[in-house]
């Protein structure tokens, strides 16, 4: 469900029509709606149990307007770095609402960590707990930390984006889980509270989820039988979003919600999640303008001026989003290879898609485009870096601005010797 809809044949965010930011920002640009987003949480918070902690995954969309409103609306963070964790405090979150993961936080990024006082550090090794443990103890702190686990299960997602198998690099081995507590227990600066897991993103199946927390479950009734208070468990994100319209819903938020308290039921635990796509994902299209459409030997092609580096999301991991026209014409369908300007084959957003045929200068929208589309933009063939507009009913405001040329070049430095 979202708040992007055709009002007389034109594709409006909420109260706003597309058109009359495209001509004001100009294209490409990202278009978040405050409603879907705001319904989005609410629905995820609404589905776990009561008390849990949503931590939205900052990776997904780190603007810092998406993060207030989030944050407003009661979400935590998870982050994985020092700047999401900058990005989530500036956005409001309370650090006791801040969960930090990551399979390579260095000694300064835990250092932060530990000096702001966040909810929990998700430890990913062995070496990390000895790092983290060393720089808490010479704060005189102590840490609350949870190891991350890898459970060994198959998320059957895209290969780039499964992050629960044995052969990955995440979390540590669950069975090595008794070894580490234990250390956890001689060390000083770390006090262990749960375990976490996350096993990959888009996920369109409960049936792994339900596997990986089944054996975190387990493990816990193990570790508390030696004598562990363990009291949180931390079961990640990765709940997958419909890309496709009219296609089979991956399960909803209810669904998802409903086999967590089944399982965790009388545990006595307190649980945190990591929604990061389901809450972003639907609430932002990425709008382009058609430059050309240009008839190649054996197809045509739609030519935008959004390219792989504003969505890499199809280049990366195949995957598919939706195209649609922002002002519908009706015109005969046709196909098309909807490509961006970029000077690779990979700029390709859809092959061979039928869509309402297309003139120069006409506006597309891409949609499901607000999670992992702009926070993995780029500015390769030195393209600014596309700008992100916020909309809330009939009001809309850039949040984040298209660099011009001139600060773009301003950022290289000549060396001396070059003059
Ligand atoms: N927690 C951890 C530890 C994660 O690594 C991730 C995502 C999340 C939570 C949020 O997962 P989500 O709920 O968004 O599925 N760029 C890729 C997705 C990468 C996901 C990385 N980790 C894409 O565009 O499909």
Redesign the pocket.
């Known amino acids: 469900m979202n708040h992007f809809d055709y009002r007389g044949g034109v594709l409006h965010a909420e109260e706003v029509a597309i058109p009359e930011i495209a001509a004001a920002v100009g294209t490409p640009v990202y278009v978040y709606s405050t409603a879907t987003l705001l319904r989005h949480f609410q629905v995820f918070a609404g589905a776990v149990p009561e008390g849990s902690l949503v931590a939205y ?1 900052v ?2 969309n780190g603007n810092l307007a998406v993060i207030r409103t989030l944050a407003g609306a009661g979400a935590g963070a ?1 982050v ?1 770095s020092e700047g999401e964790l900058r990005r989530a405090l500036a956005g409001g979150v309370a650090p006791e609402k801040i969960v930090f ?2 399979v390579g936080k260095t000694e300064a990024e835990l250092a932060f960590a530990v000096e702001t006082g966040i909810y929990q550090i ?1 430890v990913e090794s062995e070496p990390e707990l000895e790092a983290l443990s060393r720089v808490a103890a010479a704060k005189g702190a102590v840490a609350a930390i949870a190891i ?1 686990v890898n459970p060994d299960v198959d998320a059957r997602t ?1 290969a ?2 499964s ?1 629960g198998k044995g052969e990955n690099k ?1 979390g540590v081995p669950i069975d090595r889980m008794p070894e580490l507590a234990a250390r956890c227990a001689e060390l000083p600066g770390v006090a262990l509270k749960g375990i ?1 897991v ?1 096993i ?4 369109t199946d409960l049936a792994p989820l339900e596997a990986a927390y089944l054996r975190v479950l387990g493990m816990i009734e193990t570790l508390r039988a030696g004598g562990h208070a363990i009291e949180r468990a931390d079961l ?5 979003v419909p890309y496709v319209m009219n296609d089979p819903h991956p399960p909803l938020p209810d669904d998802y919600g409903a086999m967590v308290r089944r399982i965790s039921a009388g545990k006595n635990l307190r649980l945190a999640f ?6 972003v994902a639907n609430a932002g299209i990425l709008v382009a303008r058609a430059v050309y459409v240009k008839r190649g030997a054996s197809r045509d092609f739609l030519v935008l001026d959004a390219g792989m580096n504003d969505l ?2 199809p280049a ?2 195949e ?1 598919h989003h939706d195209i649609v026209p922002v002002v519908r014409h009706g015109r005969p369908e046709q196909a098309y290879d909807v490509v961006g300007p970029v000077c690779e084959t990979g700029d390709t957003f859809a092959r061979g898609r039928v869509l309402d045929g297309f003139k120069a200068g006409e506006l597309a929208a891409i949609l499901t485009a607000g ?2 589309g702009a ?2 933009a780029s500015e390769y063939n030195a393209r600014p870096l596309v700008p992100e507009v916020l909309v809330n009913g009939a009001d809309w405001s850039v949040i984040r601005a298209r660099p011009s040329y001139e600060e773009m070049l301003a950022r290289d430095r000549l060396p001396a010797w070059l003059g």
């Open positions: 995954a990776k997904a998870d994985v993961s990551g998700n991350r895209h780039k984006i992050t995440f976490a996350h990959g993103s888009q996920i990640g994100g990765g709940l997958g990591e929604p990061g796509r389901l809450i890499i999301r990366m991991y995957a999670a992992y926070a993995q």
